[in-house]
């Protein structure tokens, strides 16, 4: 098999955004994959508690808030980072300057600052819980953060992370951004995985379909952009196949498994 491991994005990837569920095919296909002898993977901006979406999913690990949190299913840690409480205190302000909410993306959940329309748009896009809105600044304090979820415009995005080199924001959707560590990316986290594993990356597979799959698709030996994907992400991909909602996980494998 040329591909020994396969890291699969959740939301838009292997979850419709239509239906929120993986589709048959999909699950067939990866059932067929694994039974093969490839390692499967789940890839996302998720917190690692986050999985409920993809549970029937036979995976072995999972690169969690886009490599900020990597662990095996069983909960053993791979790789974590965590943000520094100054630079934290930066985005929360410039949220109260310029009138934005902040989340701070835990395993107990998406605790946010306050509740705007561009969290409630998230919520109801991905069929998630509306966040709970608490003394954010107490509980970063409490529990430290590998990732924040920061509900700006593109535009306001340019401006607040002029602010932050020591972090970096990736987008998936237009009304927020994930924010981690400088040099923590879904492709770092599947790089913790191949070294743990003993492969090299172009042994590795990803698919994706946003801009924050864009670095790991670079990465691995192969990167699919799904049929729902912008053009920006099917241009960095090496394989594009159909959408999730018309078995585009099943498609790609089948040419995979063939090669």
């Avoid at 934005?100 to 919520?123: C, K, N, Q, Y």
């Avoid at 602010?163 to 986290?189: E, I, M, N, Y």
């Amino acid at each position: 098999m040329k591909y020994k491991a396969a890291f699969f994005d959740i939301d838009g990837t292997l979850v419709s955004f239509h239906t929120h569920r993986v589709p048959v095919s999909a699950l067939e296909a990866i059932g067929r994959a694994g039974a093969e002898g490839m390692r499967i993977f789940i890839s996302t901006g998720r917190p690692y508690a986050d999985m409920e979406p993809v549970e029937a999913v036979p995976y072995d690990g999972a690169v969690a808030l886009n490599g900020a949190d990597c662990r095996w299913r069983d909960g053993r840690v791979v790789e974590k980072h965590l943000i520094d409480y100054k630079d934290f205190r930066i985005i929360y302000e410039a949220g109260l300057e310029m009138d934005f909410a902040v989340g701070l993306e835990l395993d107990g959940g998406i605790f946010v600052s306050r509740l705007t329309p561009a969290v409630m748009e998230l919520a109801e896009a991905i069929a998630h819980p509306v966040p709970t809105v608490c003394d954010i600044d107490a509980l970063f304090r409490e529990k430290g953060c590998g990732q924040l979820c920061v509900y700006f415009t593109s535009e306001i995005e340019e401006e607040v992370m002029s602010r932050v080199p020591a972090l970096v924001a990736s987008r998936w959707h237009p009304c927020f951004a994930d924010v981690d560590p400088a040099g923590v990316s879904k492709a770092s986290g599947i790089a913790a995985f191949a070294r743990e594993m003993g492969i090299p990356m172009a042994e590795t597979v990803s698919f994706g379909d946003g801009g924050n799959d864009v670095p790991m698709l670079e990465a691995t030996g192969l990167g699919v952009a799904m049929g729902n994907a912008d053009s920006s992400v099917k241009a960095r991909a090496g394989y594009v196949t159909s959408s999730v909602d018309e078995d585009g996980i099943a498609r790609a494998l089948d040419y995979i498994l063939s090669l």
